[in-house]
């Protein structure tokens, strides 16, 4: 009899994502004449910038040549992404990293969740909350989520709560944990932490030997001056964190793939009895025997974005979503509503007015503007009463979901907050 995981069965229901697809399929077949707008999932809509196309052309010719064609390669990434990457992102904020500190991956999907498996399974996880759920699920399946509990959380996960009532700055918790999650600019809620914020956290590892993933997939949308873009900015952090970032967003490589992590020499985890471990050994270790790399049309295709053209045209890029994110936030402070974040990050976070649940207000946000958010509480216990909307879409889809959003809306409490 084979038996199964049984972890997975602690997950409730499905995906997140995957509940709002069925969601708005079934009401889409059920009024096949609303033109429904989302402002939900976070993906891309522009194309790829023309200099990653023009060089992802190049390298397809490359492996048409017996001279240049490529067969497997480096599981790791090939050194010219990775030196590119070290230059443009690192060393141009002072931060100095060895080309075997960079993995280059086809995702931090993959990454921030692949991660866990390179710690013991009796080690405590903190997440802030509400939290980008795959930190959650991804530990819940390897088994150090416990059961689900009636506030929608895992028992043995540590939630991070941040409200507006906190600001958004999680507190350090009050138990020992281990290893932590932190999301900088936040996905769901678009906050940052300051310098001095996140200083506390690399204390607090330090001074617990405890490990903080920093997942910064949205760096590239920060605007704001002083805002870190980098974990390594703050004192320390090389030897605590382990960064996330991703083309994903910052170049419209959804559908393309690529992304890196930044695991320095310097980080250490413990065996049961002491023993120090290089956490980049057990990296590298993991990925060269699990993974076969991305390909190297890809990493051509990422390496375009740090020529000078490249770099002007992602700019545009992000600028673009940008705008959209202003017009949301602008729109819903216009209506009255409680509006966070869309200033250094794609996402728009507000609190839901009247004491209103965030499933039932997603219902109603699809059935009377036919526009798709996201419910907070997707996102962990202490997203419940609160929306995320994201600028992703185009700026004519999101001009008009605003504008559906103030006419259609029935919210007579909506400025009672
Ligand atoms: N991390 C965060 C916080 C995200 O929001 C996302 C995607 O939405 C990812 C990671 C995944 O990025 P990728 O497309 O590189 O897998």
Redesign the pocket.
């Known amino acids: 009899m084979v038996t199964i995981n049984e972890n997975y069965l602690k997950l409730s229901g499905g995906y997140l994502f995957t509940e709002i697809g069925q969601k708005v399929a079934k009401f889409k077949a059920e009024n096949p004449e609303a033109s429904v707008i989302s402002l939900g999932i976070?993906d891309v809509t522009k194309p790829l910038p023309p200099t990653v196309i023009k060089s992802l052309h190049q390298a397809v010719d490359e492996m048409a040549q017996p001279e240049t064609f490529r067969g497997y390669g480096p599981e790791v990434g090939y050194d010219f992404l990775i030196n590119k990457i070290i230059e443009a992102e690192y060393r141009s904020r002072g931060i100095e990293l060895e080309t075997d500190e960079v993995f280059i991956s086809?995702?931090?999907?993959?990454d921030?969740s692949n991660i866990q498996e390179i710690f013991g399974i009796e080690n405590v996880v903190a997440v802030t909350d509400p939290v980008?759920p795959?930190y959650v699920e991804s530990n819940v399946m390897a088994g150090r989520g416990g059961d689900l509990n009636s506030l929608g959380g895992f028992e043995r996960i540590v939630y991070l709560s941040c409200k507006a009532e906190n600001g958004f700055v999680p507190e350090l918790p009050r138990q020992r944990v281990d290893i932590i999650y932190l999301?900088y600019p936040n996905?769901p809620t678009g906050t940052t932490l300051s310098k001095t914020e996140l200083k506390k956290w690399v204390d607090y590892a330090r001074e617990n030997q405890s490990v903080i993933l920093y997942?910064a997939?949205?760096e590239a949308f920060i605007k704001e001056e002083g805002v870190p873009h980098s974990i390594y900015e703050i004192e320390g952090a090389m030897e605590v964190a382990i960064e996330?970032r991703?083309?994903?967003?910052t170049a419209g490589?959804?559908g393309t793939?690529c992304?890196y992590t930044v695991v320095p020499k310097r980080v250490v985890g413990y065996t049961r009895q002491g023993t120090i471990v290089s956490l980049n050994q057990l990296w590298n270790r993991r990925q060269t025997t699990k993974f076969n790399g991305v390909s190297y049309i890809v990493q051509r295709g990422a390496a375009a974005i740090y020529t000078r053209e490249g770099q002007r045209q992602i700019r545009e890029l992000i600028d673009y979503y940008m705008t959209n994110a202003s017009i949301i936030r602008e729109g819903l402070m216009r209506m009255g509503f409680q509006v966070f974040g869309g200033v250094n990050a794609p996402y728009v976070w507000f609190k839901i007015p009247g004491g209103m649940d965030s499933w039932t207000f997603f219902d109603k946000l699809l059935r009377e503007a036919h526009v798709v958010g996201t419910p907070g509480a997707g996102f962990g216990p202490s997203g419940e009463g609160y929306c995320r909307l994201t600028a992703f879409n185009t700026r004519e889809n999101t001009i008009k979901a605003v504008e559906r959003i103030e006419c259609r809306l029935k919210l007579c409490e909506r400025n009672s907050n």
């Open positions: 976070g086809d995702g931090s999907n993959c921030t980008y795959v999301c996905n997942d997939a949205y996330f991703s083309f994903s967003k490589f959804t793939r992304a």
